[in-house]
């Protein structure tokens, strides 16, 4: 499944090189582009099916909130717990969505979602973990909202985290890129290599 999905994700020119600026104040030379994916709905589809094959058992039956931050991890936790309804045994309560919306780079949960999210158990997923912070930051506004995480999931685990939950992450391709680096002591920063947009 996992060698399958790494085609895919070949095949959609989802891997960049460069000098990039993550938006979290860290740097990198590879930036795994996830929307080269995302613009397909059927893709989008395909990974969540195959997410779900890889998911632990205790992931399913006890997720309430499958949540993700905007863009990229609303979009597949969407399609997720869509997907996940469609094979929801009767006695599971049904499987709702939050997503996390954007504010100056950072998560943030609007009123409705944060009420929503007492005492319900929380799936996050994004489309790629490069440093853990933001799915650490939408964990903490999980959990100041009353609600608890039991896992997070993505596409693409960068294998590059700084920041970890206590919780089990599973990720459909684990893809050991090039190092990041504190913005502030960035080598390409240090050479004047301007950050590579596109």
Known sequence: MRARAFDELRRFEVVMEGHFDYG???HGRLYLNPHQLLQFPSTIWRVAQDLIDVMPSDFVDQTEIVAGPATG????????????????????PSYSFAP????????????????RM?????????DVRNTGTTL???ADLVTAAGGSVIGTMQIVDRCEACVSLDVPNVALVDYKAPPNYPAA????CAAHVPITTF
């Open 118 to 126: 007492k005492g319900r158990r929380v799936l996050i997923v994004d």
């Open 100 to 115: 996390f919306g954007d504010q100056e780079g950072n998560p943030v949960l609007t009123p409705f979602y944060a009420s």
């Open 24 to 26: 979290n104040g860290f």
């Open 73 to 92: 991890g609303a979009l597949l936790a969407h399609t997720l717990a869509g997907l996940l309804e469609g094979r929801r045994p009767m006695t599971h």
């Open 136 to 138: 650490k930051r939408c």
């Open 185 to 188: 002591s960035c080598p390409m």
